[in-house]
């Protein structure tokens, strides 16, 4: 079978998007699915046979991310689907999705995509001056047209699902989360990332890993770590990741005397760095209110990392069973009280790393390419009906 994705994004751009893409990429093979990208030119050589790049230019104030070129990608898209494919997957809902759906259009290939970011809860961090309602309004019915244009959308949580619902979307909706790939970590990695980024071997360690944007909440982690030293002095934030909130937060933690509590280490290489970094942790921090999925949660947990995290939207899939983590409430100083409370109970910190472990073994990749790959085929074969169809969560 073969599936056409369309992406607005891919590496060398970091984000939950690109990984997802690599991800169907590596599993599908094995179910005989071949996937080819369509996706950016970020100006630096990226020679992957299976990816055709787009010509594209920086987008003004971000430079880290780049808009292809319109004419460019409809060219390049309705030229693939000539070739032949089965399916257009989209990934992003931007000049891909206009592309692919003309093209799909056009040619009668089944087109889907999947619903990666929750516009509603974002838009407000990045056009301040509208007004709330508004941009609510405008991202909502943004969404409700775009996803009836489809075939069919995959959606990676029961709260996007419902969230998408309430927006008037009626085309099938899928539930099926991405999966993550089970670390194979060296016996001395937590050791030699403490070394090398100068933290001492007995020193608490909290750890949030992610785009270092307004909408991860990351401020909010700032407010529990103050509060937290309080019982811990040593404690320690890293803060693995970059984006656009990042000069904001070094500014606020230098303004409020933090410097010697908070660590910022940038973006991490995935398959050696990350793990290592997961692994160097006591314990993972999360506190986005917007996530649609909170795949680090599982990556902290699939390395023996408790996790303490607000369970909201996505994440309530991930943190509902209760399992390899702790959810207090929304406000920084309970949640502070769980950190502290966990980092000063070994028994628990060693119960939840467990119990993370065997959980998140539940979340693997390859396990949801099997499900991904029936769900292509049966929307390439129209036997996909009811707008309600669980393709992942039901099994784990």
Aim: hydrophobic share 45%.
């Amino acid at each position: 079978m073969r599936v056409l994705m369309v992406s607005d994004v891919y590496f060398p751009r970091i984000n939950g998007v690109s990984t997802a893409i690599q991800t169907y990429r590596r599993t599908l093979l094995s179910q005989g699915v071949e996937i080819r990208l369509i996706a950016p030119d970020y100006g630096a050589f990226c020679g992957e046979a299976w990816i055709q790049r787009v010509a594209a230019r920086p987008v003004p104030r971000d430079p880290e991310d780049h808009l292809v070129r319109w004419g460019a990608m409809h060219e390049a898209v309705e030229a693939a689907v000539d070739e032949g494919v089965d399916l257009i997957h989209i990934q992003t809902p931007f000049v891909a999705h206009y592309a692919a759906t003309r093209a799909a259009r056009r040619s009668g290939v089944p087109v889907i995509a999947t619903y990666h970011t929750l516009f509603e809860e974002y838009l407000k961090h990045y056009a301040p001056m509208i007004p709330v309602a508004w941009l609510r309004a405008l991202a909502r019915g943004f969404s409700r047209r775009q996803c009836n244009e489809l075939d069919a959308v995959i959606v990676p949580s029961r709260a996007i699902h419902e969230r998408l619902g309430s927006y008037g979307v009626t085309t099938p909706m899928h539930i099926l989360p991405t999966g993550i790939s089970l670390p194979v970590l060296d016996s001395g990695a937590r050791a030699l990332f403490r070394s090398r980024h100068g933290i001492e071997a007995s020193r608490p360690v909290a750890l949030f890993v992610g785009r270092v944007a307004h909408e991860k909440n990351i401020d909010f982690l700032i407010d529990v770590v103050e509060r937290a030293r309080q019982s811990i002095p040593g404690i320690l934030l890293v803060i693995a990741g970059e984006g656009p909130a990042l000069p904001s937060l070094r500014k606020a933690v230098t303004e409020r005397g933090l410097q010697g509590c908070i660590l910022f280490i940038g973006y991490l290489e995935r398959s050696r760095e990350l793990p290592a970094c997961y692994a160097a942790a006591d314990v993972f921090v999360f506190a986005s209110r917007t996530e649609t999925q909170g795949l680090v949660l599982l990556e902290a947990m699939a390395v023996g990392t408790p996790v303490v995290a607000l369970a909201e939207m996505g994440t309530k899939d991930v943190l509902g069973p209760g399992r390899g983590a702790l959810t207090p409430s929304d406000d920084p100083a309970v949640f502070s009280q769980a950190l502290v409370r966990l980092l000063g109970d070994k028994a628990l910190l060693s119960r939840l790393s467990v119990e993370g472990r065997a959980y998140a073994s539940e979340w693997s990749d390859e396990a949801l390419a099997v499900r991904m790959a029936g769900l292509y085929r049966a929307i390439a074969a129209g036997r996909v009906k009811s707008r309600t169809a669980d393709f992942g969560l039901s099994a784990l």
